[in-house]
């Protein structure tokens, strides 16, 4: 019996937070600051970690899985050791654990401008705005790349406006998330959600298709 309960509390719990990431892209559209404003306080960047998976196995199961399975090439060479022919293939297994590790380092890079800036800050607080911030943009990227890869135009340049475009985005969200989540000033919230945006440029680029 003990161990039905565990599982059954196990579960809900899984529900909960599954609901209160899915409930953050409406919101996040209407009011971000609103959204930042009511993360956690203390404990685990858990909403963060739950936001970041989601917005990588969805990009996998939108994106990746299905040129997989048409047999697509990249459309520009990587300098992986992957031939062309098996890219997306691999990509589907490490786009995860490749952007958990991306959203830990976003964070330790915010967390370090802020606190030469002079604020205090924790890092699991800076972590849950870091991650809130790269999902809500998704689901309009998700549109633009599925129509892109429908039509056959999944390449450059159009992949880098709207990729740049969402980049900007986020990085506002993620001025506006250490302003609203920590009560950092708009300066040093500025200035950190700018270096926690530019992090992910080169990882996204050199491992990313």
């Given at each position: 019996?003990?161990?039905?309960?565990?599982?059954?509390?196990?579960?809900?719990?899984?529900?909960?937070?599954?609901?209160?990431?899915?409930?953050?892209?409406?919101?996040?559209?209407?009011?971000?600051?609103?959204?930042?404003?009511?993360?956690?306080?203390?404990?685990?960047?858990?909403?963060?970690?739950?936001?970041?998976?989601?917005?990588?196995?969805?990009?996998?199961?939108?994106?990746?899985?299905?040129?997989?399975?048409?047999?697509?090439?990249?459309?520009?060479?990587?300098?992986?050791?992957?031939?062309?022919?098996?890219?997306?293939?691999?990509?589907?297994?490490?786009?995860?654990?490749?952007g958990m590790a991306q959203w830990v380092l976003m964070g330790c890079v915010a967390q370090g401008v802020l606190r030469?800036?002079?604020?205090?800050?924790?890092?699991?607080?800076?972590?849950?705005?870091?991650?809130?911030?790269?999902?809500?943009?998704?689901?309009?990227?998700?549109?633009?790349?599925?129509?892109?890869?429908?039509?056959?135009t999944y390449r450059l340049p159009g992949l880098a406006v709207t990729h740049s475009l969402v980049q900007l985005w986020?990085?506002?969200?993620?001025?506006?998330?250490?302003?609203?989540?920590?009560?950092?000033?708009?300066?040093?919230a500025v200035m950190a959600g700018a270096a926690a945006g530019a992090v992910y440029v080169p990882g996204g680029a050199?491992?990313?298709?």
């Open positions: 019996m003990g161990g039905k309960a565990v599982q059954r509390t196990g579960r809900r719990a899984l529900a909960s937070r599954l609901s209160s990431v899915l409930s953050l892209w409406g919101a996040g559209f209407r009011s971000p600051g609103t959204v930042f404003a009511a993360l956690p306080r203390r404990g685990e960047p858990a909403i963060g970690a739950a936001a970041v998976l989601t917005r990588f196995v969805v990009t996998d199961l939108l994106e990746t899985v299905p040129q997989a399975m048409l047999g697509r090439r990249p459309f520009t060479p990587t300098t992986l050791p992957i031939t062309p022919d098996r890219h997306y293939r691999v990509q589907a297994l490490y786009l995860p654990a490749f030469l800036s002079g604020e205090r800050s924790e890092l699991a607080r800076v972590l849950d705005a870091i991650g809130v911030g790269m999902l809500i943009p998704m689901p309009a990227l998700w549109a633009s790349d599925t129509l892109m890869l429908a039509t056959d986020e990085a506002g969200l993620f001025t506006v998330g250490l302003h609203a989540a920590l009560g950092v000033p708009w300066r040093p050199r491992f990313i298709r």
